[in-house]
């Protein structure tokens, strides 16, 4: 055979690696890799390559009408992807990862939003060029011939060498998952095949095994059912609150005036904590952690089979629900959260409400289911509810039809519109769900339960909307990702119940603390933790109760890892009060002193570590004595 002839038809498609090459260099948030990752990246380059020369040589053995047909599908496919890939960068400055593409195939709706919001004329350009480069490429290279001649090979080898390439390549890159960042398009394709087929599957049912494994009650709890006078909890929680766009916590806007006024009415039942931080930036990750009291970087084993809030409640007699405006098949949340120990469930998937805003329900669906369940559960006892919002998830949603109501505004002379602010979906959505948390406590006041009911606020994470750090959230461990608002309206019976506790919660109100905290303070509010089966868990637990004195220099660990989301095994961070250390696959370790630099400007190891003040170097010790006995933060830590 020619060799002319073997050299036009080797790498046929190579144009169109090195298009997918340019995306991911054009969208990379920093060049600055080092040789591991480097070697990583040229990989998949060489993977890419494999996996498009193994879709020509299939192209090649279909008829005409079939091969264009399959040629048009695929050019139309990456070329969605594409669209979809600038719409999130645009939205998120996430470059092109396997987070992309599993995000967008578990929410098909909201992907198809970031096209919608971010499309313009430009885009469909680019939509346009894409395909004509693919589709005119590839037909060019079919046209001098449809069958490819190896020589010696046979087609039939050929297809089988091709193809075991692929699966060897996909295992691989499927395999190596803090890599992620650094693949291109093609190969980060590949390894969502992979991670939803294995991960999501194969880690679904082991959770599953695992919760079979859960403590029976009596293991929980071992003291008398609590009588009818005992508190009831409700425990709020916000999804994606920035902590920025909170008038509580210092916003311009009144995003939250019936929560101001209720604690310029209420002062001595209002606890505020200034400096909560979540221990994960991934919803899937920082609701076990919160309802655990366990870090993420725990194993999967302790957290499956730690109890989680309702199991406490429900072994000691409370009637306990789960009420959320959101989807629960997601992640496989049902599988994790929902047991024999819920005495009510409410979620997307269980209720005939539309989806209005990333897989979530309007949050007046939502709303009225809870306090239908609350009359239910007062005539009978006490409760401990948790209940979920919706409506910040970002972008955002407030009803078309909804207007905050003008006598919420507390001043007359006010220059707030009393309608919501015209291109300001976030913020309209916080007033929203100020308007129907406002709706609670008028109904708690109504009922006459007002007096026996504690509630919490805390949000599973925070969301940088003024692209501070230019990451997407779930790559991102600073301030603006992970600072949340944690909250509490505390009535005064049971103040004078807790007594010297409640005045050390208030103490506690500028201390650095965790969503990890919820659980042992819950069980502190409830006065579970006097029963020593419940106060034994608590002792291993990561969280501490916030109603006891805390160690300011307590470490406190950030992580977007479990055994399903090995996509965002990426780095993490540790902070003690205001240090804060960052590692990332792609830069690191960074320090930041959260006291003199909030936005997290300065890198104090971009210099030499020997100048860093004597309590910067006794932080890095710490963490990195903490990281050497975790091997979850050992396996992820990179270090240049």
Not at 92 to 101: K, N, S
Not at 140 to 152: M, N
Not at 285 to 297: D, I, K, Q, R, Y
Not at 614 to 628: K, N, P, S, T
Request: glycine share 6%; hydrophobic share 50%.
């Amino acid at each position: 055979m020619d060799d002319s002839a073997v050299r036009k038809q080797m790498l046929p498609l190579l144009p169109i690696t090195l298009l997918g090459v340019a995306v991911d260099l054009w969208l990379r948030p920093t060049l600055d890799l080092r040789l591991m990752q480097w070697v990583w990246w040229g990989l998949s380059v060489a993977f890419s390559l494999v996996l498009w020369q193994g879709l020509f040589v299939i192209s090649c053995r279909l008829r005409p009408r079939w091969q264009v047909a399959f040629v048009l599908v695929v050019g139309l496919v990456v070329s969605v992807l594409a669209l979809l890939w600038l719409g999130f960068h645009e939205i998120f400055y996430c470059w092109p990862t396997a987070y992309a593409l599993v995000h967008s195939a578990g929410h098909p709706r909201e992907a198809w939003g970031y096209i919608l919001n971010e499309a313009d004329w430009g885009d469909a350009v680019v939509w346009v060029a894409i395909v004509a480069v693919i589709v005119g490429w590839w037909c060019y290279k079919l046209r001098p011939s449809r069958r490819l001649d190896f020589g010696e090979l046979s087609r039939v080898v050929q297809g089988r060498v091709l193809a075991a390439l692929c699966l060897a390549g996909m295992v691989a890159f499927g395999a190596v998952h803090r890599h992620a960042s650094i693949m291109v398009p093609d190969a980060a394709a590949a390894k969502l095949a992979v991670d939803l087929a294995v991960h999501s599957l194969v880690g679904g049912v082991h959770g599953r095994l695992l919760q079979a494994s859960r403590p029976a009650a009596a293991a929980i709890y071992s003291g008398a059912p609590v009588d009818a006078s005992a508190p009831n909890l409700i425990v709020v929680l916000g999804e994606s609150v920035a902590l920025s766009r909170m008038e509580l916590y210092g916003y311009e806007r009144q995003t939250t005036p019936r929560l101001a006024a209720l604690r310029e009415a209420r002062p001595a039942d209002w606890v505020q904590m200034e400096k909560a931080v979540s221990n994960a930036t991934a919803t899937k990750v920082a609701l076990p952690a919160m309802l655990t009291g366990l870090f993420p970087s725990r194993t999967p084993v302790e957290q499956h089979t730690f109890p989680l809030l309702w199991h406490y409640a429900h072994a000691a007699g409370y009637q306990t629900a789960l009420i959320s405006a959101q989807s629960y098949a997601w992640n496989n949340l049902e599988g994790f959260f929902v047991d024999d120990a819920l005495d009510h469930v409410f979620t997307l998937e269980r209720s005939d409400a539309e989806i209005v805003n990333s897989e979530g329900m309007d949050d007046r669906r939502m709303m009225a289911e809870t306090l239908a369940t609350i009359d239910r559960f007062a005539a009978r006892g006490p409760f401990v509810v948790a209940l979920q919002f919706n409506c910040t998830h970002y972008p955002g949603y407030s009803p078309p039809d909804w207007q905050p109501s003008a006598e919420l505004r507390r001043s007359a002379s006010s220059a707030e519109p009393s309608k919501p602010w015209p291109d300001a979906s976030y913020d309209n959505a916080v007033a929203y769900m100020d308007h129907l948390l406002g709706r609670l406590f008028d109904h708690l006041a109504a009922q006459g339960l007002a007096a026996n009911t504690i509630v919490i606020f805390v949000a599973d994470h925070g969301e940088d909307l003024d692209g501070v750090h230019k990451l997407h959230r779930t790559d991102s461990y600073y301030q603006t990702a992970i600072a949340v608002p944690f909250f509490a309206v505390v009535p005064e019976r049971q103040r004078q119940r807790l007594g010297d506790r409640f005045d050390q919660w208030r103490q506690n109100e500028q201390m650095r603390v965790a969503l990890t905290d919820l659980v042992p303070t819950a069980l502190d509010l409830l006065g579970l933790s006097a029963d020593s089966t419940v106060a034994a868990w608590q002792e291993r637990l990561d969280g501490r109760s916030l109603l006891r004195p805390l160690d300011p220099d307590r470490l406190i660990v950030v992580v977007n890892t479990d055994e399903h989301v090995q996509w965002s095994r990426k780095g993490y961070a540790v902070v003690a009060d205001d240090w804060k250390y960052i590692n990332y696959s792609w830069r690191g370790s960074m320090l930041f002193d959260l006291a003199t630099d909030a936005l997290e400007q300065r890198d104090l190891l971009a210099g030499d570590e020997s100048a860093l003040s004597r309590a910067g170097q006794r932080h890095l010790r710490r963490v990195r004595d903490l990281v050497a006995e975790t091997p979850v933060l050992a396996d992820i830590h990179v270090e240049y």
